[in-house]
């Protein structure tokens, strides 16, 4: 039996519409789940009732949850009537329902029965699941008649088995779960790599496949340099041959759930456990190791001091491709101070070793009697189990890849550093802060007043409010901050109370300190109650200690706070966002889809570093979409990696973006200073791929360096978007891009700049902290960390896109120039006569737009992309930067370049930002001429266009409308011979009329 339980707080609600016909109601919230139902006490009287009542459901089916609904109904009971009057219904998915921890209270907008309901007003609700074995409950009768529930009065309804009043012993007590659901609920998506039944037609395929064919190359524009182009291959994968989005030569037989990636076969070597070890002549006991070898390539587990029965369970890894031996020596050694001692081995013939393909069960490991170099049997056993499998195994995460160490990495480190690791990032929340006041303020130096601000804390966020004097021993601020804090919450917001003494002299009279976990959490704009909060002694520094004690302190500081979980705190570029989803889960919508992403192989990369004299790459691929994090394994000493992994996400926004770095791996000689060096990055937006096409692409890795643009290799990746509901995909585009919260309680440009900064700085250190670590580097070159700072480069190129937006604009005016002065006549006359038509049937004007519209859109379908969108440097205006340019863009914040260089380019700057302000005043100076046609600023030009408008009013009552229309066309398109080449005289009028500039300094 279950102890899963859904838990449902009846808040209140607010703005309900009246329905007793004297503008009240007296209403009830009616709760239906998993053929349960409940109901809560009656209101009399009351539009904004008040219920704070608990219920508890149980849950016949924990696996089943997600696909239940929670459905609250709110009814006015009216006396003497049985039937009760319909107020408006909440509907919530079982997708939403959340742990206690992650619930918060969310007002739901009550929602029509049928097409002619008339409701109004909202209903706050707080569901949660709890397995909580001390909340008893019972099975409720299969149903529950209405007319008992009047019968029995208001009071009667709520005495049932799940219904639990709330009180301030606070929620109940969450134990550790272990039901089916809780735990989905909280597993990341499991990140796996090709598994299959590929092993047994390996041979089939064949040498060729495991190149791809390139069948088609794209340069993304005309004026993309070729060699910067994007390729489509025709790789042999899992599920068969892909060709132009279309996998073919499929083989039943070889089917499998992870097809994006093509196999790759692995000698696995398990070093369990040895027994009945010899001893050492004089000192008794070994120190026993074990040494796999394949050829040139060997792993070494590690020792153990004086024992006779050493367990390892190491795991090891050889690939296939690179083995040159037939047989495989796992060695058994002593270590020794000079020279390890040889113990014995086991000698295994490689055509014997059975190879092993999910789902098959693992392996069982077999004891094996130690040899000495003769071939003789001698005393001691190895227990080992060896099979041949693909990436596929489960043994493959854990396992040692023993040919991806060289002599010069450490295998300690390597085996740290190279293997694949799926991370997610920690779910953040806003933290909103409202200074209200300060009161009873003590100071030590009473000849003056104090000149105080309020300074706001998190780890290295700080925030202060505007300083203000206290003459009565009290100040007034009622300023907001935000700040941004991560889970688990266990910090603390620290209120500093400050006051200016001197010019850099700053004196603390006192300090709050608020754990995060007790802030009150809310989804939506509720209004939250401000609390009092005695403020602690300075002179103590133990946190811990200051919030345990009882200060007598007499300040009080008043303050508003909660955790903002409406809004999606954004740790990416916007433009380039992965995840659009609120904080709180509660509010989390069903995913519209499923993105996999199968990283095949790089080529042609640039030599990152020098070993052995000769330039190499130790790379490693990183990708990000949402909270999940990928690193694939680091394929040392190679410039043409093969990687073949696959990894998965749910997909909850089409206009998402999903990011792929390529770095070089400096952490192998464990020199923990030297920061990992990016090689390229690829981003792919989700909305731009056709549901259910494979797209296998070559991507070429540019990078921008202080030299220019640069190729460093290719990225070969197959990528596959699923939709599990077209209807809510399409659905998703009606919807606004960001939550509710960002409209209704808008942040400013300045403030989400500065969170979101804050933001990549906890994830980064967060998943520094991981094991191995994604550093910091990585996470900020991912997130666009620095995007916001200015570029000449990145100025040209968008006032270049900007043109080229109008370029359609410029196209059509020139060629209605050309009309006007009659470059051709026949074009001309031809023109005349569909204007003449359209001004007298103006009904056909928005339908010849719209049809023609679609014409162009029908046309471009023929010539639509087949390929997602990829970095293009004449689009970035990369080619064609002066190497000063890039110098200042790759300068450091504040720079640090020499005052001459800094002066040169202030210089620059200004006169670029000169001429844009020139532009800027221009225009305004157009509208403030708009605005001076009746603002009598110029009397005589303002007389003189009252007078055109009373002419023009008359002129437009006489005359039809139509034949206004066709006069003023023929005007503007008449022969250039009745044409002057001076300005018209409306013209001359407007650019004779004053703007503000006379006022300007």
């Known amino acids: 039996?279950?102890?899963?339980?859904?838990?449902?707080?009846?808040?209140?609600?607010?703005?309900?519409?009246?329905?007793?016909?004297?503008?009240?109601?007296?209403?009830?919230?009616?709760?239906?789940?998993?053929?349960?139902?409940?109901t809560t006490t009656v209101k009399e009287k009351d539009l904004d009732p008040y219920w704070n009542e608990t219920f508890y459901f149980g849950i016949s089916d924990p696996n089943n949850l997600p696909n239940l609904t929670l459905d609250a109904y709110v009814y006015n009971r009216s006396k003497g009537i049985t039937s009760k009057n319909f107020m408006g219904k909440v509907h919530i998915n079982g997708t939403a329902f959340v742990p206690y921890s992650d619930a918060v209270v969310f007002h739901y907008p009550l929602e029509k029965k049928t097409i002619l309901s008339r409701v109004k007003g909202e209903l706050g609700l707080k569901v949660f699941v709890t397995d909580n074995p001390s909340i008893m409950v019972s099975n409720p009768p299969p149903q529950m008649d209405d007319s008992s529930h009047n019968r029995n009065g208001p009071k009667d309804s709520r005495k049932t088995f799940f219904h639990l009043p709330n009180s301030n012993s606070g929620p109940p007590a969450q134990a550790p779960s272990q039901q089916p659901y809780m735990a989905a609920m909280n597993q990341p998506q499991q990140a796996y790599v090709y598994g299959v039944e590929e092993m047994r037609n390996q041979s089939q395929m064949g040498q060729l496949q495991s190149q791809p064919k390139v069948v088609r190359m794209y340069s993304g524009s005309s004026s993309q340099p070729m060699e910067y182009a994007l390729k489509e291959t025709s790789p042999f994968l899992g599920g068969g041959q892909v060709i132009g989005g279309r996998v073919v030569n499929r083989d039943n037989r070889r089917a499998s759930t992870y097809d994006l990636v093509e196999p790759m076969q692995f000698l696995f070597v398990r070093v369990v456990k040895a027994q009945d070890l010899p001893s050492k002549d004089v000192t008794g006991s070994l120190d026993p190791y074990v040494e796999v070898r394949v050829g040139n390539y060997k792993g070494i587990t590690q020792h153990f001091s004086k024992t006779s029965s050493p367990e390892w369970n190491t795991v090891f890894a050889f690939s296939r491709e690179r083995m040159q031996a037939t047989v495989l020596d796992v060695v058994l050694k002593d270590k020794d101070m000079i020279k390890d001692d040889f113990v014995g081995l086991v000698r295994i013939n490689l055509h014997d070793i059975p190879t092993r393909v999910p789902p098959d069960s693992p392996l069982a490991p077999e004891w094996y009697r130690l040899e000495n170099k003769k071939g003789e049997k001698k005393k001691g056993e190895l227990m080992l189990a060896v099979w041949i499998g693909t990436q596929a195994d489960e043994a493959f995460p854990d396992a040692f890849l023993v040919d991806q160490a060289t002599n010069s990495v450490d295998s300690a480190v390597s085996s740290m550093y190279t293997r694949s690791k799926v991370y997610h990032s920690p779910r953040l929340w806003y933290v909103r802060v409202n200074i209200i006041e300060v009161q009873d303020l003590v100071w030590d130096e009473k000849s003056r007043f104090p000149d105080v601000y309020v300074k706001a804390q998190i780890h290295n966020q700080v925030l202060k409010t505007r300083h203000v004097q206290a003459r009565n021993a009290n100040a007034i601020w009622n300023e907001d901050m935000m700040l941004v804090a991560a889970e688990p919450l266990e910090d603390h917001l620290i209120l500093s109370i400050e006051d200016r003494v001197g010019g850099n002299k700053e004196e603390t009279?006192?300090?709050?300190?608020?754990?995060?976990n007790s802030i009150e959490r809310r989804a939506d704009d509720r209004m939250i109650h401000s609390r009092w909060f005695h403020v602690q002694d300075p002179s103590d520094r133990d946190v811990d200690e200051k919030i345990k004690k009882k200060d007598k302190f007499a300040t009080r500081l008043h303050v508003q706070v909660c955790l903002d979980g409406g809004y999606h705190v954004l740790d990416e570029s916007t433009q380039y966002s992965s995840d659009l989803r609120p904080t709180a889960k509660q509010l989390w919508k069903p995913s519209i889809g499923i993105l996999e992403l199968g990283i095949l192989n790089a080529s042609a990369l640039h030599p990152m570093k020098t070993r052995d004299g000769r330039g190499t790459t130790d790379a490693y691929c990183v990708a990000k979409y949402g909270h999940k994090w990928v690193r694939t394994?680091?394929?040392?000493?190679?410039?043409?990696?093969?990687?073949?992994?696959?990894?998965?996400?749910?997909?909850?926004?089409?206009?998402?973006?999903?990011?792929?770095?390529?770095?070089?791996?400096?952490?192998?000689?464990?020199?923990?200073?030297?920061?990992?060096?990016?090689?390229?990055?690829?981003?792919?937006r989700i909305s731009t791929l056709e549901t259910g096409r494979v797209y296998t692409h070559s991507y070429p890795l540019l990078v921008l360096h202080p030299s220019g643009v640069k190729k460093m290799g290719e990225l070969h990746l197959a990528i596959r978007f699923s939709s599990t509901s077209m209807v809510n995909m399409m659905y998703m585009y009606s919807k606004p891009l960001l939550p509710k919260m960002h409209y209704v309680r808008p942040l400013t440009v300045v403030q989400l700049e500065m969170l979101r900064h804050q933001a990549v700085q906890i994830v980064a250190a967060r998943l520094s902290r991981a094991e191995p670590p994604l550093r910091k580097e990585i996470v900020e070159f991912m997130t666009d960390a620095n995007s916001h700072l200015w570029s000449m480069r990145k100025s040209k190129a968008n006032f270049f896109r900007l043109m080229s937006v109008f370029n359609g604009v410029f196209a059509v005016s020139k060629w209605f120039g050309e009309v006007c002065l009659w470059k051709n006549p026949i074009t001309t006359v031809l023109v005349h006569v569909l204007f003449v038509m359209l001004v007298s049937f103006p009904e056909l004007i928005m339908p010849t737009v719209f049809l023609y519209m679609f014409l162009i859109g029908l046309w471009n379908y023929w010539f639509r992309a087949q390929y997602p969108p990829h970095m293009n440097t004449r689009l970035s205006y990369a080619d064609g930067v002066t190497p000063d340019e890039l110098d200042e863009e790759f300068d450091t914040f504040p720079t640090s370049r020499h005052p001459d260089i800094v002066r040169h380019r202030y210089d620059r700057l200004r006169?670029?930002?000169?001429?844009?302000?020139?532009?800027?005043?221009?225009?305004?100076?157009?509208?403030?001429?708009?605005?001076?046609?009746?603002?009598?600023?110029?009397?005589?030009?303002?007389?003189?266009?009252?007078?055109?408008?009373?002419?023009?009013?008359?002129?437009?009552?006489?005359?039809?409308?139509?034949?206004l229309v066709v006069l003023s066309g023929f005007y503007v398109m008449r022969h250039p011979r009745l044409r002057h080449r001076l300005p018209s005289a409306p013209l001359n009028f407007f650019r004779r009329l004053p703007a503000r500039t006379d006022s300007m300094l």
Not at 509 to 516: C, D, E, H, S, T
Not at 650 to 655: A, L, N, Q, R
Request: hydrophobic share 40%; charged share 20%; proline share 4%.
């Open 509 to 516: 009279l006192g300090k709050v300190f608020i754990p995060l």
């Open 1 to 38: 039996m279950s102890n899963l339980k859904l838990g449902v707080e009846v808040k209140s609600a607010h703005g309900l519409m009246a329905k007793d016909g004297q503008g009240s109601a007296s209403p009830y919230v009616e709760l239906h789940f998993d053929h349960q139902k409940f």
């Open 633 to 684: 394994r680091t394929v040392i000493d190679s410039l043409t990696p093969k990687f073949n992994e696959q990894y998965t996400w749910e997909v909850y926004d089409p206009s998402t973006v999903i990011t792929v770095g390529v770095f070089d791996n400096t952490q192998l000689e464990n020199d923990s200073n030297s920061k990992d060096i990016r090689i390229g990055k690829i981003r792919i």
């Open 911 to 963: 006169s670029v930002a000169g001429r844009i302000q020139s532009v800027v005043g221009d225009i305004a100076s157009q509208g403030e001429r708009l605005q001076g046609l009746l603002s009598w600023r110029d009397p005589r030009a303002t007389l003189l266009f009252m007078v055109f408008c009373l002419v023009a009013a008359f002129v437009l009552y006489a005359t039809p409308f139509q034949v």
